[in-house]
C-alpha cells in the first residue's frame, strides 16, 4: 500500500488533497464540536454517521438532521455556532504525516490543490496551523461549488484551478463519499485510509 502512496505514475501531473483527515487529523476534534452544538440545541447526531458524513459540509449535514428530526432551527447560523466552537481547537490539530510527505515530496514538481467540504477561513487556519499552505496553489471549498461531495464539482474544480485535466490528476481522501467524488471526476483515487495508521 505504501508504494501506491508514494509512487507517482508518469500520467499524473496534478495532485488534489482533502483536508479534514486526509492532511490533518481534525476529525476527533470536529466530533467534539457537533457534540457541543448537538447538546444545545437537542438533536440527534451518532459519532459513527458523523464519520460516515465526513466532507460534507456542516449546512447541509444540519439540512438532513432537521428534515429528518422535524426540528427548527436555521441550518447556516447553527454551522457557524458549530465553527465557532472548532475554532480554539484548531491549535490541537496535527498533521497526518504521511500523506503531508507527499505534499512535500512534491513541492515545486507538480501543481497541487486542496478540495475540501469545509469553510476557506478553517481550512486556510488548518492549513497555516499546520505550515503547508504555502505548499499548494489552490484552495477549493464548499464556498467554491453548487454540488458537493460525493458530486465530483470540488475535485474539478480544483483541477481546473491548477490547470491540468482531470484524467490527469491523482486525488486523496479518506471517506466513502470523498472516493466516490474524486471517481465521479475520472481521476486516480487513493482511499488514505489503506496506509495511514492512527494511533488511538
Known sequence: ????????PPHIRGLIFDCDGTLADTMPLHWRAWQ???????FHF???RFY????????????IIRAEQGI??????????KEEVYLPLISQVEPINQ??????????????AVASGGTRQIIT????????????????????????????????????RIGIPPGECRA???????????????????????FVSRSA
Open 125 to 160: 487556519q488548518v492549513l497555516e496551523h499546520l505550515g503547508i499552505l504555502q505548499l499548494f496553489q489552490a484552495i477549493v471549498t464548499s464556498e467554491d461549488v453548487a454540488h458537493q461531495k460525493p458530486a465530483p464539482d470540488i475535485f474539478l474544480e480544483a483541477a481546473r
Open 1 to 8: 500500500m505504501k508504494s501506491k502512496l508514494l509512487q507517482i
Open 36 to 42: 457541543v452544538i448537538s447538546s444545545k440545541h437537542s
Open 99 to 112: 500523506v503531508v510527505g507527499i505534499a512535500r515530496q512534491n513541492q515545486g514538481r507538480l501543481p497541487m
Open 52 to 63: 460516515a458524513l465526513g466532507g460534507v459540509p456542516s449546512r447541509d449535514i444540519l439540512k
Open 46 to 48: 451518532p459519532e459513527d
Open 172 to 194: 486523496y481522501e479518506d471517506t466513502d463519499l470523498g472516493m466516490q467524488a474524486i471517481r465521479s471526476a475520472r481521476m486516480d483515487a487513493v482511499d488514505v485510509r489503506e
Open 72 to 81: 427548527t432551527m436555521d441550518p447556516l447560523t447553527v454551522a457557524r455556532e
